[in-house]
Each structure stands twice: as structure tokens, then as C-alpha cells.
């Protein structure tokens, strides 16, 4: 997977290196309940721009590996009950 680039700022920057360290992670959960390439890709997207765009909701770090875990397992779910996964 082609490592995402993203711009360290100081609200951000325990979360953007948890991200980085983590983005294989988030795939390897999205594809393993997808098996699906571009779906799994498409949701770590939108985990992370969720997450960036709204770190308030991700948490204290030590918070990080559940609210990942949980969003993008609610993802897949979406994803392959039909539903819409886009940001929201």
C-alpha cells in the first residue's frame, strides 16, 4: 500500500504519526473483512480524513486504536450492506 502523506501541524502531529504507523494496520482490518482491494483502500481514506477532520471525536491517544477499530469495522459494515460510506 503507497504510504499517505500528511502534513504535520501541532494539534495534529501524535495523530498524524499514529496514523502513519498505523495505515497498513487499517488496511489489513478493511481488507480482511472486505477482501476487497479498492473498497478497503477507499475506507482507510475515509477514516483518516474523518479522523484529521475531526480529531476531537478520535480522542486522547490512548483512545486511538479503539476509535480506529470501531470506525472502520462500521465502514465495512456499510460497505457491504449496501450503504453509503462517504464521510459523514
Same mark, same amino acid.
Given at each position: 500500500?503507497? !504510504?499517505?502523506?500528511?502534513?504535520?501541524?501541532?494539534? $495534529?502531529?501524535?495523530?498524524?504519526?499514529?496514523? &502513519? !504507523?498505523?495505515?497498513?494496520?487499517?488496511?489489513?482490518?478493511?481488507?480482511?473483512?472486505?477482501?476487497?482491494? &479498492?473498497?478497503?483502500?477507499?475506507?482507510?481514506?475515509?477514516?483518516?480524513?474523518?479522523?484529521?477532520?475531526? $480529531?476531537?471525536?478520535?480522542?486522547?491517544? &490512548?483512545? $486511538?486504536?479503539?476509535?480506529?477499530?470501531?470506525?472502520?469495522?462500521?465502514?465495512?459494515?456499510?460497505?457491504?450492506?449496501?450503504?453509503?460510506? &462517504? !464521510?459523514?
Amino acid at each position: 500500500m503507497r !504510504k499517505m502523506q500528511i502534513k504535520k501541524t501541532g494539534k $495534529y502531529e501524535y495523530l498524524v504519526e499514529y496514523i &502513519e !504507523k498505523h495505515q497498513d494496520d487499517f488496511y489489513r482490518l478493511a481488507y480482511l473483512r472486505l477482501h476487497q482491494q &479498492e473498497a478497503s483502500l477507499r475506507i482507510v481514506q475515509i477514516i483518516v480524513d474523518l479522523a484529521l477532520n475531526n $480529531y476531537r471525536l478520535v480522542g486522547k491517544s &490512548e483512545n $486511538y486504536d479503539e476509535w480506529f477499530c470501531k470506525v472502520i469495522t462500521e465502514k465495512c459494515i456499510d460497505q457491504t450492506a449496501g450503504r453509503t460510506i &462517504e !464521510k459523514n
